[in-house]
């Protein structure tokens, strides 16, 4: 454990988090919970999904924005706002200074993809893209914080940015009254430390749980006395890819949380393609996190009510259709099948009709005559194939042994 000393006066309390929770009320969206059967029944618990996906900007980071905005006094107001990000805390801050009248500037990587930065501008902000990581983009955005007045608008080290995400813990309360568990992803902190202290405050016995990503673990680092926290590596949860947690989310976890975990990109893209397959909702990797903790065992329900928020629903979608492909490939509903055949007339006809005599489909299909290890006279042939389960894959692999060709599966 790691002592962190607070400003008391930049401390979250409960009554900032109440205060928020009436002033947000009709100005953002009510997010649903919803049950899942089949998670519960997966999991041998009452599950729930708390969908902040469903929030105005696509995630719960517009909830602390505008909060902060009514704290702003008439000056700051007139002066505007600034902020850095490449992500949710862009979209939420923008969409807050716009219906809060004030002008936004956002500094954001140069590398951040066409769709994040449109999507900043289409809610009226003024963007700049500076540097060639999140920690140059901060550095522009303090300059122009001094330079221009503007006040520099925090994604997760603030009073007023944590108290306007408590209030979807007030929300998971009136929801779910009987609510054992809630398990929230984790970046910088400010989410779970103000859904912590929100529900902690009004009942005693809930277990808030943490989840963060393997490569970016910025609070576990800092829990255990780690100064200067460091990345691991690339993840492709960008929501949760903070490098630095707050001093004031600090004090918060260590006060509120009961423990935090990590789990790998793997695990938070088949989460992610789960809650698309079997709930119908699109969520980003940072969202699917809780449910990858649990799927993971990471986290036991222990047969309890139990809480998964699914913090957004911003996702590029490229991405996401390799994690859908890639879902289908780890439940078997899509395989990759090769192999090397005679280059010669009526040898792929022959193979295809196999194929389709199994009742499988061909999604995609390679011919490669290049490749260095595919022998003169012959082409290496790549399929990939929906089929039903293993027993499906199973007769499709006898049919293409009846017509004379050994293919193997590709697992790579």
């Known amino acids: 454990m790691v002592i962190i000393l607070v400003d008391q006066e930049k401390i979250t309390t409960i009554g900032d988090i109440e205060e928020a929770g009436k002033f947000l009320s009709g100005k953002l969206e009510r997010?649903?919970?919803?049950?899942?059967?089949?998670?519960?029944?997966?999991?041998g618990a009452p599950v729930f999904l708390k969908l902040e996906n469903f929030q105005k900007t696509g995630s719960f980071k517009t909830r602390g924005a505008l909060f902060k905005m009514s704290?702003?006094?008439?000056s700051e107001k007139s002066a505007g706002v600034v902020a850095s990000s490449a992500g949710n805390h862009a979209q939420g801050v923008a969409y807050a200074a716009k219906i809060s009248n004030i002008s936004s500037k956002i500094v954001m990587p140069s590398y951040t993809i066409s769709a994040k930065i449109n999507a900043v501008k289409n809610y009226g902000a003024q963007v700049v893209?500076?540097?060639?990581?999140?920690?140059?983009?901060?550095?522009?955005?303090?300059?122009?914080?001094?330079?221009?007045?503007?006040?520099?608008?925090?994604?997760?080290?603030?009073?007023?940015?944590?108290?306007?995400?408590?209030?979807?813990?007030?929300?998971?309360?009136e929801d779910v009254p009987d609510v054992k568990n809630v398990i929230v992803p984790v970046g910088g902190g400010g989410l779970i430390s103000g859904i912590a202290m929100s529900m902690k405050e009004k009942k005693e016995d809930i277990k808030i749980y943490g989840v963060q990503s393997e490569n970016c673990d910025c609070v576990i680092q800092t829990m255990e006395g780690n100064p200067n926290p460091s990345s691991r590596g690339f993840t492709i949860a960008d929501g949760i890819a903070v490098q630095n947690p707050g001093d004031i989310n600090i004090s918060l976890i260590e006060k509120y949380v009961d423990n935090i975990v990590t789990v790998n990109d793997e695990q938070m893209a088949y989460a992610l393609f789960k809650l698309l397959e079997r709930q119908k909702i699109v969520?980003?990797?940072s969202g699917a996190a809780p449910l990858a903790s649990v799927m993971s065992g990471k986290i036991d329900l222990r047969g309890e009510p139990t809480v998964l928020v699914v913090s957004g629903g911003n996702i590029d979608l490229l991405l996401l259709s390799k994690i859908i492909y890639k879902g289908m490939e780890t439940d078997m509903g899509l395989v990759r099948i090769e192999c090397k055949i005679p280059d010669k007339p009526g040898t792929l006809h022959s193979i295809t009709s196999a194929i389709s005599n199994s009742g499988a489909n061909i999604f995609h299909a390679e011919v490669d005559n290049l490749s260095q290890d595919t022998p003169v006279g012959y082409q290496s042939i790549r399929f990939s194939?929906?089929?039903?389960?293993?027993?499906?894959?199973?007769?499709?692999?006898?049919?293409?042994?009846?017509?004379?060709?050994?293919?193997?599966?590709?697992?790579?």
């Open 31 to 43: 997010t649903p919970v919803i049950f899942s059967k089949t998670f519960s029944d997966m999991f």
């Open 71 to 74: 704290k702003l006094t008439d």
């Open 129 to 173: 893209l500076k540097g060639n990581s999140y920690k140059e983009a901060f550095i522009e955005a303090k300059r122009v914080s001094q330079e221009e007045k503007r006040t520099f608008i925090d994604g997760f080290n603030d009073r007023w940015i944590i108290a306007g995400q408590g209030t979807i813990g007030l929300e998971i309360l």
């Open 283 to 285: 969520v980003e990797a």
């Open 385 to 412: 194939v929906n089929v039903r389960d293993n027993e499906h894959l199973e007769t499709l692999l006898d049919r293409l042994r009846e017509s004379g060709y050994h293919f193997h599966i590709v697992k790579d």
